[in-house]
Structure formats: structure tokens, C-alpha cells
Nanobody, 127 residues
Framework: QVELVESGGGLVQPGGSLRLSCAAS????????MGWFRQAPGKEREFVTT????????YYADAVKGRFTISRDSAKNTVFLQMNSLKPEDTAVYSC????????????????????WGQGTQVTVSS
């Protein structure tokens, strides 16, 4: 079993930056795929980015390429999401997800392939 806890959300002006953290506990180590999804009010949940824990391979949604960066700290079982050049359309609840196995590229963008989810952290981009 794995517990995921997100932190780092808040209110930021357009063009600003935030860094989200997702700390994992309950297992000796994370050895699969971890990622971030987001959901705005009244909208469907959408894929943001993932990282394969062992290899460090990353995959980004087109909407965040060049602005968001996912990274990991294996010693702390933590994954980070650095968000730069934030736009109002980035406003959403951001949730961390973990898959027990390594997901191939064609499957990383679908939430049903993940086994564990955090509670989410609110990110609001507004003047």
C-alpha cells in the first residue's frame, strides 16, 4: 500500500511559478511510474506529466511542455512539479498518482492505469 500527499499549491499571478511536491509512504521504495493530473471545476481530469522512477524518463502533455518540469528525489520518495510561466488556464486541483508498474508511453496519460492517488492541492493563477 502507498499513501501520496501533495503540497505546494496556492495563489500566483500569471507568469509566476510554483513548485508542487508529492511525498510517498507505505512502501520500502517507489519502483513504477508517478505522475501529475489536474482537474478544473466542471472539467474532466487531464494528464499533465509523468516520470518513470527507475529510468527518469519523462512525458509531458502538450499544454505544459516547456513550462513544467517533473523530477524525483529517490532518497525522499518524493516527486516534484516545477511550474513556470503559469497561465490562468492552469488553474486546477493538481493530484499526484502512482502506478505499481512501469507504464509504457501509450498508457501514461490515462488515469485508470494508476493505482494510488493523493488528495490534491489547489493551484490558482489569477491577477
Amino acid at each position: 500500500q502507498v499513501e501520496l500527499v501533495e503540497s505546494g499549491g496556492g495563489l500566483v499571478q500569471p507568469g509566476g511559478s510554483l513548485r508542487l511536491s508529492c511525498a510517498a509512504s507505505g512502501r520500502t521504495a517507489i519502483d513504477g511510474t508517478m505522475g501529475w493530473f489536474r482537474q478544473a471545476p466542471g472539467k474532466e481530469r487531464e494528464f499533465v506529466t509523468t516520470i518513470t522512477w527507475r529510468s527518469g524518463n519523462k512525458y509531458y502533455a502538450d499544454a505544459v511542455k516547456g513550462r513544467f518540469t517533473i523530477s524525483r528525489d529517490s532518497a525522499k520518495n518524493t516527486v516534484f512539479l516545477q511550474m513556470n510561466s503559469l497561465k490562468p488556464e492552469d488553474t486546477a486541483v493538481y493530484s499526484c498518482a502512482a502506478a505499481s508498474s512501469r507504464l509504457i508511453t501509450s498508457r501514461v496519460r490515462f488515469g485508470e492505469n494508476y493505482d494510488y492517488w493523493g488528495q490534491g492541492t489547489q493551484v490558482t493563477v489569477s491577477s
